[in-house]
């Protein structure tokens, strides 16, 4: 590349805009609790969830993630077709392959652009932000669409043992556009990444898989087939705990900024008590922390932009603050992002 083409690089990437989509219906903690042995009051106290978002019979996350898709392009003042690379997070697909980026792109019309499937679970949603923040710095995309997006409620197990489980998780996407940032002091300054396999088994879901042969046998139940997620909860709670303060402690010395300099603090929601935590770690009030959990569950790859939209369209952050992002995730995964907004 000659020297004039590097130099009209954008210096940073930016999210242009973000928006959200939760299907209609609503399940109470009451609700839960007529088919598990849980009550709203547990859920609450140990969780901080009241409620979330299941979508009706067979409805995927590649609908969910259209509509939310669709919203942050036009938010952003975009054109579909404006879009030059997709990249889809998400532990729930459609189907098991191709990946939900390729079904995404088909309805969005998106047919010949680059199209990518990102599988980190919790934090999926910063994983791909690096990604296109790479693309965007380097001149490989102009506009790229990242999408978290997430069914739980056709892949939860409805009964007392996957209890701990169940109750946490919720369906939902949302979207960004990331493109050039408008000002090269503004846009993302630093993002840290992390993963640590040995803990995989801590928290995953062990089927389908090629570890099994034959893939899928005759007389397999759909438990058999499909399984449900494990998790041992307090090991995940405290390690959860524990890597978020330290990847934002990592990102601050980063930009050599401090605790005091983040105006805003979106934390993925997994638990609203590993949160709390986190914040009291740094010394936050609720004003410099976002959280939904209440309303949403975890709803994984789609947490963060939902909780972005939400924070942004509510004018709890504005241009010039210093933004956070951070998350944990089954992998383990981790991570933090900080913005100048
Ligand atoms: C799952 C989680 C809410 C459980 O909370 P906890 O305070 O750790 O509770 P424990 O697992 O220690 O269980 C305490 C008791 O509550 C019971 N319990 C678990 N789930 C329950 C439920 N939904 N309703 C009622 N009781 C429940 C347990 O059986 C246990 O009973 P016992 O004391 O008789 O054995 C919590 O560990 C957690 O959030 N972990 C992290 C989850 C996470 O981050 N996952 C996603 C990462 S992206």
């Given at each position: 590349?000659?020297?004039?083409?590097?130099?009209?690089?954008?210096?940073?990437?930016?999210?242009?805009?973000?928006?959200?989509?939760?299907?209609?219906?609503?399940?109470?903690?009451?609700?839960?609790?007529?088919?598990?042995?849980?009550?709203?009051?547990?859920?609450?106290?140990r969780?901080?969830?009241?409620?979330?978002h299941?979508?009706?019979?067979?409805?995927?996350?590649?609908?969910?993630?259209?509509?939310?898709a669709?919203?942050?392009?036009?938010?952003?003042?975009?054109?579909?077709?404006?879009?030059?690379?997709?990249?889809?997070?998400?532990?729930?697909?459609?189907?098991?392959?191709?990946?939900?980026?390729?079904?995404?792109?088909?309805?969005?019309?998106?047919?010949?652009?680059?199209?990518l499937?990102?599988?980190?679970?919790?934090?999926?949603?910063?994983?791909?932000?690096?990604?296109?923040?790479?693309?965007?710095?380097?001149?490989?995309?102009?506009?790229?669409?990242?999408v978290?997006?997430?069914?739980?409620?056709?892949?939860?197990?409805?009964?007392?043992?996957?209890?701990?489980?169940?109750?946490?998780?919720?369906?939902?996407?949302?979207?960004?556009?990331?493109g050039?940032?408008?000002?090269?002091?503004?846009?993302?300054?630093?993002?840290?990444?992390?993963?640590?396999?040995?803990?995989?088994?801590?928290?995953?879901?062990?089927?389908?898989?090629?570890?099994?042969k034959?893939?899928?046998?005759?007389?397999?139940?759909?438990?058999?087939?499909?399984?449900?997620?494990?998790?041992?909860?307090?090991f995940?709670?405290?390690?959860?705990?524990?890597r978020?303060?330290?990847?934002?402690?990592e990102?601050?010395t980063?930009?050599?900024?401090?605790?005091?300099?983040?105006?805003?603090?979106?934390?993925?929601?997994?638990?609203?008590?590993?949160?709390?935590?986190?914040?009291?770690?740094?010394?936050?009030?609720?004003?410099?922390?976002?959280?939904?959990?209440?309303?949403?569950?975890?709803t994984?790859?789609?947490?963060?932009?939902?909780?972005l939209?939400?924070?942004?369209?509510?004018?709890?952050?504005?241009?010039g603050?210093?933004?956070?992002?951070?998350?944990?995730?089954?992998g383990?995964?981790?991570?933090?992002?900080?913005?100048?907004?």
């Open positions: 590349m000659s020297e004039s083409a590097a130099d009209r690089l954008p210096s940073k990437s930016h999210i242009l805009a973000a928006a959200f989509e939760v299907p209609r219906t609503v399940v109470t903690n009451d609700e839960l609790s007529s088919v598990l042995d849980t009550s709203d009051e547990w859920i609450q106290q969780s901080g969830v009241k409620e979330r299941y979508v009706d019979d067979a409805e995927g996350s590649v609908p969910l993630a259209e509509r939310a669709r919203r942050a392009i036009e938010k952003a003042g975009l054109q579909v077709g404006d879009i030059d690379l997709l990249l889809c997070g998400t532990l729930s697909p459609d189907i098991d392959f191709p990946g939900n980026s390729a079904l995404l792109q088909d309805r969005l019309g998106l047919g010949g652009c680059l199209a499937d990102v599988r980190n679970q919790c934090s999926g949603f910063l994983y791909m932000l690096a990604m296109a923040d790479q693309y965007v710095r380097t001149g490989g995309a102009k506009h790229v669409l990242v978290g997006s997430e069914v739980h409620s056709s892949g939860l197990e409805f009964a007392d043992r996957s209890r701990h489980v169940t109750v946490l998780f919720g369906d939902g996407a949302g979207a960004v556009v990331v050039a940032s408008p000002s090269p002091d503004r846009g993302l300054l630093t993002v840290n990444l992390h993963s640590e396999g040995a803990f995989a088994e801590k928290l995953c879901l062990l089927g389908p898989g090629s570890l099994h034959p893939r899928l046998a005759k007389d397999w139940t759909p438990a058999d087939i499909y399984g449900w997620p494990q998790m041992d909860g307090r995940v709670f405290r390690h959860a705990v524990t978020m303060g330290e990847c934002i402690d990102a601050l980063a930009i050599g900024a401090t605790k005091d300099d983040i105006a805003m603090v979106i934390p993925h929601q997994a638990n609203l008590r590993i949160n709390q935590l986190v914040a009291m770690g740094l010394g936050f009030g609720d004003e410099r922390m976002a959280n939904n959990i209440d309303r949403y569950g975890n994984t790859a789609a947490t963060i932009p939902i909780l939209t939400e924070t942004w369209d509510a004018g709890r952050i504005r241009e603050d210093l933004v956070c992002l951070a998350a944990f995730g089954a383990f995964t981790w991570g933090a992002a900080l913005y100048r907004w």
